[in-house]
Structure formats: C-alpha cells, structure tokens
C-alpha cells in the first residue's frame, strides 16, 4: 500500500487489519481439542480404545516394568483401527530384556501409518535393536516414522540391523532418526542409510548423528547414500562432534548436489575441524546445487577464518532461486571485510527474501570488538540492496538498533514492509514463516510508535521556534 503523505501513513488503519496473531486467536478458539496425553498403562487400560485411531502414551523417566508393557500389549490387540502412535519411553532404562515385551506389544501394530517411538537413554545394545527391528517391520504401511534411540549402546553392527528394517518401508514418507551418542562409526553410518534408495517415496529426512565418531570416512558413506534416494526434497543432517575434516565436508557436500529434487537443506556440523577449505568446498559444491530454496547452515567451532568466509560469499549468487539463507558462525575468525564480502554477495540473489545470521562470541572475543558501529552500519547499506529481502536477523546488541531502524525505515521508502528481530531464537520450533509474520505484526506497532514520537517531538519543536519568533518580534 502506498501513502500520499506522512498523515496518510499515521492514519492508516494498520491496527485493524488481520493480524496473525489475531488469526491465531481465532484458529486456537475453532480447534478441536487434542487427544488425550496418556501417563500410565493402567490409565490406559481403564480407557475405553477399542475404536481408537490415535493413542499417545507418555512413560518419560516412570522406570516401567514387565507388567507395564504387558498392559500395553493388551491394549494394543484391542485397537485393531490404531494407525497414529506416539509411544515416549525416555530414561526406563529398560535393556534388551525388557525390549522383548516392548516388542511383543508392537508387533500387534500392524496398520499404523505414523509412528513417533523414544527410546534415548534405555541401555539398549545390539541385541535390543535387532530385536526391536524384527517388531517394527511388521508396520509394514508406515509412512511417517520418528524413531529417537540416542544414548544407546547399539554399535555399529546395531545400526547396520536398523538400516535393513528401514529400507523394508516401501510407502515410507518422512523419516525422523535419531542416533545421536551410540558410535556407530563409518560403517554404521553407511549401513544406516544405504537401504533407503529403496524407498522410492521417501521425501523427507531428519537425521541426526551427534557424537558418533564418522570421520571423513562416514560423512562420504553418508552423502552417497542419501544421493540415492531420487525424490528427496527435504534433507536435515546432524553432524556435531564427529571429527569430521575438510575433505570429509568436501564430500559430503559434493555427493549431496545429486540429489535432483532437494529444496531444502540443513546442515549442522558445529564442533568439526573444516576450516577455510572445507567451507569453500562446501560452497563449490552446493553451486551445482542451483534449485535450493532454503540453506541452513551450523558451522559454529570449526577454524574457519576470513578467507574461507569469503570465498564461500563467491559462490552465493550461483544459488539463484535461494529464498532463506541461515548461517551460524560463531566461535570462528571472521572479520569485518569477510562478513562485508557475505552482505555483497547477497545482493546478486536475486530471491532471497530471509537471512538469518549469528557471528558473535569469535574466539572469545566480544561483538563489539569485532564490528563497531560505523561497520555495521556499512553493512547494512549493502543488505539495503537486496531488493526481495524482507527479514533480517543478526546477532543480539542493542547499541546497533537505532541502524537497524534507520534501515528499516530506508527500506519501507521503497515500499517494502521489513522485519527485524535482534534477538536470536534458537530454541524456537515454530515454523520460520509464522514466526516472521508474528514479529512483524509487533514491529508494525513499533514503526508506528517510533514515527507518531517523532512526528509529535517535531511539531512541538515548531512550536516552540514559533513563540520564539513571536517573542523577538515583540522585543
């Protein structure tokens, strides 16, 4: 909407228009109330089930027994139309043993077409998994499968198990897993994932691979599995901690750019050793990647210094059809200049419409050290060139927000509405898009605060030059 004048602007009814949070107040009022969160088998046991489709059972940290997993077992072989079930079994410690009740209890499963398992921290080896496997592919029509089973001891024999069942899920969708803390080594890795090529409807992938020693070795066995899976549209790898080099990041990145249909990419490898040559491969190799619509991108901890950051900046505007671009680089040596070189390249992709970006904490040393007020200013004169960018989120320092206003306000001139959050939300699951609108449904109150306190400051400012006048006419 454009505005003939300042008035037109301060009058207008911004207020009033659907906002989403006023959206989202209306859809909290028109939603139908959610299931029933479960927090014993006995309770389940008194529940009338027998028609159900969905059951969630929460057992977090409860230190369950026999006859718990009997009951379930029970309840199970009663909902024969079960096909959603979110079974959280956190911190139950309940070892191989107990697993064989488990999976008596799921092999009675047989139509679910979701399923979110949580087994983190249950001291479950090889023994456990390959028993666990045997139960869950009988779930033969699964089309969304969450699995945590991190903290474990299953190996890399025991993962190698696991990947067999997986590639068993022929209408498989989304797969969420988590094998986080267990070590399972290159060939774990390997073995995890090199059957999923045959679930030819696989789409999404979240997986997530803290702290299991895959070296350059794994994240190569990694990349070229994943390359496999043709219709592959949304890929998240969780790769912190696993010693994993420049040449392994090389690799793995260079093995990623064949995966025709991937739009969606997030990689997080905070706490590796890439250095400047593993982020510019890193570049180099998703520039063969130019159908990308959104980079997330967690490089924090890694020896990645100035030079790396901008010959990774060179390779940007390859990435024509990038419309979110998320970078982390904390705990690394950049600089001004190369963060300047960032912001340049910017500029030339043309549809970038978010940036995300954390840079503090550099070595220990404070932000302000590092980018003083006039760099960042600099800064943001370049991002004012990006003509789609309409969200902005840099690192926390409020010393720097009156730039970001005057930004902010440049770039409403042009007609554009911008957001700017200073604060970073990492912990925030939210979905990126919704959260955007709500913050600029608060930042809109926010312009208009700022312009109707300057605007009143100014008139009175008048007004008091004006008594001036008339009292030295008078005199």
């Known amino acids: 909407?454009?505005?003939?004048?300042?008035?037109?602007?301060?009058?207008?009814?911004?207020?009033?228009?659907?906002?989403?949070?006023?959206?989202?107040?209306?859809?909290?009022?028109?939603?139908?109330?959610?299931?029933?969160?479960?927090?014993?088998?006995?309770?389940?046991?008194?529940?009338?089930?027998?028609?159900?489709?969905?059951?969630?059972?929460?057992?977090?940290?409860?230190?369950?027994?026999?006859?718990?997993?009997?009951?379930?077992?029970?309840?199970?072989?009663?909902?024969?139309?079960?096909?959603?079930?979110?079974?959280?079994?956190?911190?139950?410690?309940?070892?191989?043993?107990?697993?064989?009740?488990?999976?008596?209890?799921?092999?009675?499963?047989?139509?679910?077409?979701?399923?979110?398992?949580?087994?983190?921290?249950?001291n479950i080896t090889e023994q456990g998994i390959s028993n666990l496997s045997s139960a869950l592919v009988k779930c033969s029509n699964l089309q969304t499968l969450n699995l945590d089973i991190k903290s474990n001891n299953i190996g890399s024999q025991g993962a190698q198990i696991l990947g067999q069942m997986l590639g068993q899920y022929l209408q498989l969708q989304t797969l969420n897993l988590n094998t986080s803390f267990n070590y399972i080594g290159p060939k774990g890795a390997s073995g995890l994932v090199s059957t999923l090529e045959n679930c030819t409807n696989l789409t999404e992938i979240k997986l997530d691979l803290f702290v299991c020693s895959l070296c350059e070795q794994g994240a190569l066995y990694l990349g070229s599995a994943l390359a496999k899976i043709k219709n592959l549209t949304t890929l998240s790898l969780g790769l912190d901690q696993n010693k994993i080099d420049f040449k392994g990041t090389q690799d793995l990145c260079s093995e990623l750019s064949k995966c025709s249909n991937l739009k969606y990419l997030t990689l997080c490898l905070f706490?590796?050793?890439?250095?400047?040559?593993?982020?510019?491969?890193?570049?180099?190799?998703?520039?063969?990647?130019?159908?990308?619509?959104?980079?997330?991108?967690?490089?924090?901890?890694?020896?990645?210094?100035?030079?790396?950051?901008?010959?990774?900046?060179?390779?940007?505007?390859?990435?024509?059809?990038?419309?979110?671009?998320?970078?982390?680089?904390?705990?690394?040596?950049?600089?001004?200049?190369?963060?300047?070189?960032?912001?340049?390249?910017?500029?030339?992709?043309?549809?970038?419409?978010?940036?995300?970006?954390?840079?503090?904490?550099?070595?220990?040393?404070?932000?302000?050290?590092?980018?003083?007020?006039?760099d960042m200013e600099s800064l943001l004169c370049i991002l004012a060139k990006c003509t789609q960018l309409s969200t902005l989120q840099m690192p926390h320092q409020y010393q720097y927000s009156i730039y970001l206003i005057n930004f902010f306000i440049f770039k409403r001139e042009q007609n554009h509405f911008e957001f700017f959050d200073l604060k970073r939300q990492t912990k925030n699951k939210e979905n990126l898009t919704d959260q955007i609108n709500k913050q600029r449904f608060l930042f809109q109150s926010?312009?208009?605060?700022?312009?109707?306190?300057?605007?009143?400051?100014?008139l009175k400012k008048t007004k008091v030059l004006k008594m001036k006048r008339l009292v030295s006419i008078k005199n």
């Open 1 to 122: 909407m454009q505005y003939n004048s300042f008035l037109d602007f301060l009058n207008s009814p911004l207020k009033n228009k659907n906002s989403p949070l006023q959206n989202k107040n209306q859809t909290d009022q028109k939603q139908i109330e959610e299931k029933k969160i479960y927090q014993s088998t006995q309770e389940l046991l008194s529940s009338s089930l027998a028609s159900d489709t969905s059951i969630h059972l929460d057992l977090n940290y409860k230190l369950i027994g026999e006859q718990d997993l009997t009951n379930l077992s029970s309840v199970f072989k009663k909902c024969v139309n079960l096909s959603i079930l979110k079974l959280i079994l956190n911190g139950n410690n309940l070892g191989d043993k107990l697993i064989l009740f488990l999976c008596n209890a799921l092999s009675n499963c047989v139509n679910l077409s979701n399923l979110k398992l949580d087994l983190f921290y249950n």
């Open 271 to 374: 706490g590796n050793n890439i250095r400047d040559l593993g982020i510019s491969g890193l570049g180099s190799a998703l520039a063969n990647k130019t159908n990308l619509s959104h980079l997330k991108l967690y490089l924090q901890s890694n020896f990645i210094g100035a030079k790396g950051l901008s010959m990774f900046a060179s390779t940007l505007p390859i990435q024509s059809k990038l419309s979110i671009l998320e970078l982390d680089l904390s705990k690394n040596d950049i600089d001004f200049q190369s963060l300047q070189d960032l912001c340049s390249a910017l500029v030339k992709m043309p549809k970038l419409q978010a940036f995300i970006l954390f840079f503090e904490n550099i070595f220990d040393q404070g932000l302000e050290e590092i980018i003083n007020e006039s």
């Open 446 to 458: 926010l312009f208009l605060q700022f312009f109707k306190l300057s605007y009143i400051r100014r």
